[in-house]
Each structure stands twice: as C-alpha cells, then as structure tokens.
C-alpha cells in the first residue's frame, strides 16, 4: 500500500491491544450519544458509526475510509472525532494529510 494507506488488517496490527469502547459526546450537551462510538487501543483508536468504521487514528496519523462523504449526523462527529469539518477535511486529504482508510 501507498504511506498514505493503511488497510483494516493493517490498521488492526499497528493498532496493539483492545482497551475500551467510549461514546462519542454530542457538541451540544456532552453527553454521549447513541450509535455513535470510539474504540479504544494501545496505539490508536476508531470512529464507528452505527457498524461502520468512519475513521482512525494510529500512532499519530488519522485515516478516513475510502467513502468519506457521510450523512449530516455521521459528519458532525466524524469532526468530533477528527476535529476538522467535512472543508478541512477534503482539503487535507487532498495534501495528504490525512491517509486513507481501506476496510474492504
């Protein structure tokens, strides 16, 4: 794969051991939202939707799957998660700045 790559497979051996699952919080209350989850790991973690994996970071680099235009409510936590909105998002996947996430 391309360094800006990273498969699941890939994704699961860099990540290192399962810690926990935590919800997301909604940016208005705080509080954790349904539906909405990070899974926790020694070197990283995921963004799930639903049962979709959105996003990941590992070992300092974060990764979006290939299908990176997602439904209102899944973008507005994907920039919980990342911390960039569906703009800043394109434009640094588009430098490189952020990696794409293979999970076929």
């Avoid at 810690?19 to 954790?32: A, D, T």
């Amino acid at each position: 794969m391309e360094n800006n790559t990273i498969t699941k497979t890939e994704l699961r051996k860099q990540l290192g051991d399962f810690i926990k699952v935590s919800g997301l919080p909604s940016p208005r209350s705080y509080e954790n939202v349904a539906n909405q989850y990070k899974l926790i790991f020694e070197n990283g973690s995921i963004f799930q939707s639903y049962d979709t994996i959105i996003a990941a970071k590992v070992n300092g680099k974060l990764y979006l799957t290939k299908d990176h235009e997602f439904s209102a409510t899944t973008s507005k936590y994907c920039r919980v998660y990342c911390g960039y909105d569906t703009k800043e998002r394109r434009q640094k996947l588009a430098d490189g700045t952020i990696g794409m996430l293979i999970t076929e």
